[in-house]
């Protein structure tokens, strides 16, 4: 079948073959407008913009202008930036204003390939954003094509880390808005906890094209952007609830050491039930009722701080604070704390100080952020691997786009050792012969620590490692024979130094450069052959002024790149070493597309031992004795295809296991999603709205019908009515005493009448209230009141969800569907949150009272921190960098890392050697 499939291929083309060729004929009619151009005057060109906009307004489609923009922009590159759109470029530009992915190798463009689209669509003036993977890059590319849409007279603008609401809102007013994901997803998030309509910054969600879209819409997609902020003090409550363990005898909890779980079982939760009502904590009847979720999650927790974590092996008590101790290294983790309240039920065991915890003030997926925009397209050099999730999550269909020139790279069979140390040895002889004829290497590491100790191994052998940070850290690589030094150096790529982390990147295909690198995904910055001869201009020559000498500098430069690259590209071009296989074929694949960019000559090759990650968790141990028996000596590789395409079903395994992750977390998320919009486009309409006196008045009639429901059931006797906890909640909710008993004795009274006296006294009194102080005073009262509820409300809400997902998981062992119960739970809880707006909002009102008839400011937002954790690090990627000063702000510091006091030592042997 196999055969006949690719005989079918052979004579129809593929269905991405098929989907290319489609495009061909707009890339012809584009290249017929070329000579037209190239005949217009700048100012002319530039008219272009305008008269597209006004064909816009008369009713044109974006579809209709793509030709004529393409070429446009086509041409206007060629002015403004020196570079001329190659045919498969455009055809990407097409791909992503079709709202796909556009899947091209490294060194194809693709930054340039954004600009078609981009102009096409900002015509509408709705605004274009472009994402990237970081500040540097969104800083880089919106000063770089910037100068293509200025030329077209389209503005500008980009958001990084640090600026303020006003210079944010200017960045999303322009007609192009680079930034990074992290940013804008956490903009909208703000923006939905602002108080008045004017100081949002965001403007809607046109169209985006994401750069690096596998990174960001998948890898990055496993955890979400959280704003926190810290709680109020609620020591008592954990005290209190830390009082109960001790209570609980063997009998009342299961326990797994080897899963590190604890949970309660039936007699547990009887015995707590007990406890918990004699305590006033209970509400209604059972302990895991929806109402309870709260406090069932905080007993969880302060039975794991009593069962599970032992205090001098999982932690320690110093100076009146709990420190975590890392269970991999043994040594404090000052600064960290665990979250969920656990760290704040080990303080209350601990009887030391309980600091606040943090709460969640509004999160959002990347998947849900993105889908918000009403067309969304990505570009990537490894998306293929991915399509199903692409199209299953996204929508996106991916596109292979043609390479301009072919590729030459040779892709090696896997080389596969018995021992992790066999293999490394065999990646430093490599590393020796490439150097030895001065043919760069890249060599690609699964984590920071594998890099670390290839690093060592490398010194051990006689190389020496430059500091990234120095400016002529590369000098030895320029000199020698004609560029090809035998000087045995290497760099190590940091992801810390995004702007130096670029000049590594560039400046790793010199003649004899040895590169080590974690994770090539979203660098944004080409290998090019021989060095790259722009960046090397504008850091060597950033002091000298325009004139004679500088050119002259200039040239001097470019003839030294050109002379490397020759020296380079005889030597066999870039070198790609993997020194494992990823569990995700797309990641192996980015590093291997580092080589053999627009028709260079390439290499790479992947290095395996049974003691890797991959080859252990898929049966390395049956692997091992056959080795064995066959008589594989020490030192000795095994090389077959049949190794690779084992190798590639494992990974496809691991994908498809990740997938189905992600896929689940999403549908959780969804549930959450969709009460998020409500909350968020109801905000908006309360921002917007001139007057909220009808909205508050329903609700104030909505909350009196529920009241007198709860007291008055249907059909009963006044006898039967309770007449005391109706009176009382009259008093609580509305604010006024009225006879609700002497209305129970009237003879033909029922709760409609009831019902109606209650809300003429209500209205009566806001009409009142209006009177004093001023209709327009009154509606600001309203709005602010109403907006405030809402906000505190939803947090809670936030909170409570978060408690109901750990607490559903357990449903699973009752043969009951988590997410099901989930839905329909976290559903009740969204009802019971808006009762309580309408309860809140109503009694605050019904009870106001205003010193001054001055509008009341608008309550400032609460203290914010963002938070996203990076999946392949575990890092939080929105951390604030580290102050030698202050150890507290280090968070975890790899042991073979630079010690962050400054003093030059590694970590081990400076503080890490106190700890």
Known sequence: MAGLGALARKIFGSANDRKVKAFKAKVDAISALEPEMQALTDDQLRARTADFREQLKNGAKLDDLLIPAFATVREAAKRALGQRHYDVQLIGGMVLNANQIAEMRTGEGKTLVATAPVYLNALTGKGVHVVTVNDYLAKRDSDWMGQVYRFLGLTVGCITHGLSDEERRAAYAADVTYGTNNEFGFDYLRDNMKHERPSMVQRG?????????????????????????????????????????????????????????????????????????????????????????????????????????????????????????????????????????????????????????????????????????????????????????????????????????????????????????????????????????????????????????????????????????????????????????KEKIFAVLNARYHEQEAFIIAQAGLPGAVTIATNMAGRGTDIQLGGNAEMRIDRELADVPEGPDRDAKIATIKAEVEDRKQKAL????????????????????????????????????????????????????????????????????????????????????????????????????????????????????????????????????????????????????????????????????????????????????????????????????????????????????????????????????????????????FRGYAQRDPLQEYKTESFALFETMLAQLRQITTAQLMRVELVTEQPPAQPELPEMQGHHINPLTGEDEMAEPRDPENPDSWGKVGRNEACPCGSGKKYKHCHGALA
């Open 205 to 485: 969600h046109n169209f985006a094209i994401v750069d690096e879209v596998d990174s960001i819409l998948i890898d990055e997609a496993r955890t979400p952007l959280i704003i926190s902020g810290p709680l109020e003090d609620r020591s008592d409550f954990y005290n209190t609830i830390d009082a109960f363990i001790p209570q609980l005898t063997e009998e009342d909890y299961e326990m797994d050491e080897k899963a590190r779980s604890v949970s309660f079982t039936e007699a547990g939760n009887e015995k707590l039930e007990g406890i918990l009502s004699q305590a006033g904590l209970l509400k209604g009847d059972h302990l895991y009722d929806v109402e309870n979720v709260a406090v069932v999650h905080h007993l969880q927790q302060a039975l794991k701080a009593h069962k599970l974590f032992q205090r001098d092996k999982d932690y320690i008590v110093r100076n009146d604070e709990v420190v975590i101790i890392d269970e991999f290294t043994g040594r404090m983790m000052p600064g960290r704390r665990f979250s969920e309240g656990l760290h704040q039920a080990l303080e209350a065991r601990e009887k030391v100080r309980i600091q606040p915890e943090n709460q969640t003030l509004a999160s959002i997926t990347f998947q849900n952020y993105f889908r918000m925009y009403d067309k969304l397209a990505g570009m990537t050099g490894t998306a293929s691997t991915e399509a199903d999730e692409f199209a299953d999550i996204y929508s996106l269909d991916v596109v292979e786009i043609p390479t301009n020139v072919n590729v030459q790279r040779i892709d090696d069979d896997d080389e596969v050792y018995r021992s992790a140390e066999e293999k490394y040895n065999a990646i430093v002889k490599l590393i020796d012969e490439c150097k030895e004829r001065g043919q760069p290497i890249l060599v690609g590491t699964t984590s920071i620590e594998k890099s670390e100790y290839l690093a060592d191994l490398l010194k051990k052998h006689g190389y020496k490692q430059i500091d990234v940070t120095d400016p002529n850290a590369f000098a030895p690589l320029y000199d020698g024979d004609g560029g090809t030094s």
């Open 570 to 809: 005889a030597a066999g071009g870039l070198y790609v070493i993997g020194t494992e296989r990823h569990e995700s074929r797309r990641i192996d694949n980015q590093l291997r597309g580092r080589s053999g960019r627009q028709g260079d000559p390439g290499h790479s090759k992947f290095f395996l031992s049974l003691q890797d990650d991959l080859m252990r968790i898929f049966g390395s141990e049956r692997m091992d004795s056959m080795l064995q028996k066959l008589g594989l000596e020490e030192g000795e590789a095994i090389i077959h295809p049949w190794i690779n395409k084992a190798l590639e079903k494992a990974q496809q395994k691991v994908e498809a296991r990740n997938f189905d992750v992600r896929k689940n977390l999403l549908k959780f998320d969804d549930v959450m999603n969709d009460q998020r919009k409500v909350v968020f486009e109801q905000r908006i309409e309360l921002m917007d709205g001139e007057s909220l006196q009808e909205t508050v008045a329903d609700m104030r009639h909505d909350m009196i019908e529920d009241m007198v429901n709860r007291h008055i059931p249907e059909r009963a006797y006044p006898e039967q009515w309770d007449t005391d906890g109706l009176l009382q909640e009259v008093r609580t909710l509305l604010n006024v005493d009225l006879p609700v008993k002497d209305w129970a004795a009237e003879e033909g009274i029922a709760d409609e009448e009831v019902k109606e006296r209650l809300r003429r006294a209500a209205d009566e009194i806001m009409a009142a209230k209006a009177a004093k102080y001023g209709p327009d005073i009154m509606r600001q009262v309203e709005k602010a009141v109403l907006l405030q509820t809402l906000d505190n409300l939803w947090r809670e809400h936030l909170s409570n969800l978060d408690h109901l997902r750990s607490a559903v998981a």
